[in-house]
């Protein structure tokens, strides 16, 4: 392995991170004497710090606001960042390698929660998750997506994706009668709080809940959701980030790390520890 052993998160802000306790405890387990810490970049300050590192660093973790910026540097995009428009994953080298990791992190999150196909799905906001959310329905089959936003405006960057991966994408506004879909992803700012006269027909009939807000929890959406059918957006941190260590242990986020089921029961119980 490259004597590369620094790593970290990044964003603004970036003090309640839990990334750096899922990492450091997967790769304690895994023998591997790297550091994982957690740094505030705001977008204007990115290109600078990037620059700065030196060979010691392998990669770093991205969130808001620097995944366009962080796609805009890489030399190279897997297919989901390419798709998405956003990385949340570098890793570093003579080439810059540039990855979505979220995308497979909700695919991970349905699928361990059982959901491993979908034929119908509904996004709830269209912001830079949903994004990832409708590439993520994609990969688990969705052929039609209904996407309910507060600014229609925001959805007409997802019609270039759903057309890219042929999904039929739909609009409706909130207060729209809601059909039957197999699940619901909500991707709506955290604390977001709908009125029950919009929120209690979505739960009616929105089928498994993903919830990408986790803090505070449960969110006010997922409190009127049947609770046998909700998923926590930790899951997708979680998900994304063995994710991450898979890129920067091996350089390919689908290339499953040895002994993979217990990394992430540790992983899991180091942020409960938190």
């Known amino acids: 392995m490259p004597a590369r052993t620094r790593l970290a998160v990044w964003g603004?802000?970036?003090?309640?991170?839990?990334?750096?306790?899922?990492?450091?405890a997967a790769y304690r387990h895994l023998g591997l004497e790297w550091t994982y810490d957690r740094r505030r970049v705001d977008r204007t300050g990115f290109g600078t710090a990037l620059r700065s590192l030196d060979d010691s660093w392998r990669g770093l973790s991205l969130t808001m606001p620097l995944k366009e910026a962080a796609h805009d540097a890489a030399h190279d995009l897997d297919r989901h960042a390419a798709l998405t428009g956003a990385v949340n994953t570098l890793l570093l080298g003579d080439t810059l390698r540039g990855f979505n990791t979220d995308v497979g992190g909700i695919v991970d999150a349905f699928s361990h929660a059982g959901v491993t196909s979908v034929g119908v799905a509904r996004i709830?906001?269209?912001?830079?998750?949903?994004?990832s959310a409708l590439v993520a329905l994609s990969d688990l089959g969705a052929a039609e997506v209904e996407v309910r936003a507060r600014r229609p405006e925001a959805i007409e960057r997802l019609r270039p994706i759903a057309r890219a991966v042929g999904v039929r994408l739909t609009v409706a506004d909130f207060a729209t009668a809601a059909s039957?879909?197999?699940?619901?992803?909500?991707?709506?700012?955290?604390?977001?709080v709908l009125d029950t006269a919009i929120a209690a027909p979505l739960?009616?009939?929105g089928g498994t809940l993903f919830e990408a807000a986790y803090a505070p929890w449960p969110s006010a959406l997922a409190a009127v959701w049947p609770s046998?059918?909700?998923i926590s957006g930790f899951e997708m941190l979680l998900?994304?980030?063995?994710?991450?260590?898979?890129i920067f242990r091996f350089?390919?986020?689908?290339?499953?790390?040895?002994?993979?089921?217990v990394t992430v029961d540790?992983?899991?119980?180091?942020?409960?520890?938190d």
């Open 12 to 24: 603004d802000p970036i003090g309640h991170s839990r990334s750096p306790e899922l990492h450091t």
């Open 124 to 131: 709830l906001g269209a912001g830079a998750t949903a994004a």
């Open 180 to 192: 039957d879909v197999d699940v619901t992803v909500a991707t709506l700012p955290s604390g977001t």
């Open 203 to 205: 739960a009616a009939v």
């Open 228 to 230: 046998a059918n909700v």
């Open 239 to 246: 998900f994304q980030a063995v994710r991450q260590i898979r």
């Open 251 to 261: 350089g390919d986020q689908h290339r499953r790390l040895p002994d993979e089921a």
């Open 266 to 273: 540790i992983m899991r119980s180091a942020s409960m520890e």
